[in-house]
């Protein structure tokens, strides 16, 4: 167990909705990153957050946005929902802001979208 | 810009066999390189890393060894094990300050049969 607690484990919506992902990071951990998987991409980097201010952004659509939290928890939300966005979207979190820190990940959050 | 590029999956070892997963990378300046490790259901683990030129990662008998030379990362085990069946991610993080972007290959399952 990461200690990263992603909720809910699997999600199910139509095209044109919108849905929240949550993550709670490991007890004391600052960053909070989020990463896309899918089948013809593989893992992109979508966004971190540090200490509740964003901190990076990689390939995340506008479509898409995410916070952090004061208690350190982040959600991302994805709107106008595409058949593409179906993908495993997990979250991870480091104690600070980078360096080579170890991240550890979460057990992510298989969306489909029908 | 970045990117990594890991041999195709997926993988069928028979047990005690050994393993070479092989990894290559493109990069500017002097990026640190890990594999990650994804058990079935769950997320990506830290399996080992290394952050300079000729560095040897190791970790459960799997061993990688950073080669500037040839831009590479295999991964390698001896003898693997039924439970070491899983997908592998190399990664790169680039050299310098800012957020720990992690830049992934696509991954390559290995299943390991008794």
């Known amino acids: 167990d990461s200690g990263v607690t992603q909720t809910p484990k699997h999600l199910i919506t139509a095209t044109g909705q919108r849905v929240t992902l949550r993550c709670s990071p490991r007890s004391g951990d600052l960053s909070v990153y989020w990463y896309q998987q899918s089948l013809d991409q593989g893992l992109q980097f979508l966004i971190q957050y540090y200490n509740g201010e964003e901190r990076a952004k990689g390939n995340i659509l506008e479509r898409f946005s995410a916070q952090q939290f004061p208690d350190l928890h982040s959600e991302l939300n994805l709107s106008s929902l595409e058949l593409g966005d179906s993908a495993l979207y997990f979250c991870a979190s480091s104690p600070g802001v980078g360096g080579n820190e170890k991240l550890f990940f979460g057990s992510g959050t298989q969306l489909s979208v029908l | 810009g970045n990117s990594v590029t890991q041999m195709e999956g997926p993988v069928t070892l028979s047990e005690e066999a050994f393993l070479t997963i092989n990894c290559t990378y493109t990069a500017t300046g002097y990026p640190s390189l890990f594999w990650y490790v994804q058990y079935p259901g769950e997320g990506l683990q830290l399996l080992l890393k290394?952050?300079?030129?000729?560095d040897k990662g190791s970790n459960k008998g799997f061993e990688a060894t950073y080669r500037k030379e040839t831009t590479s990362f295999h991964l390698e085990k001896g003898s693997v094990q039924v439970s070491d069946s899983a997908v592998y991610f190399c990664?790169?993080?680039?050299?310098?300050?800012?957020?720990?972007?992690?830049?992934f290959g696509k991954g390559t399952k290995l299943s390991v049969i008794p």
């Open positions: 290394a952050t300079k030129a000729d």
């Open positions: 990664a790169l993080r680039s050299s310098g300050a800012g957020s720990y972007q992690l830049t």
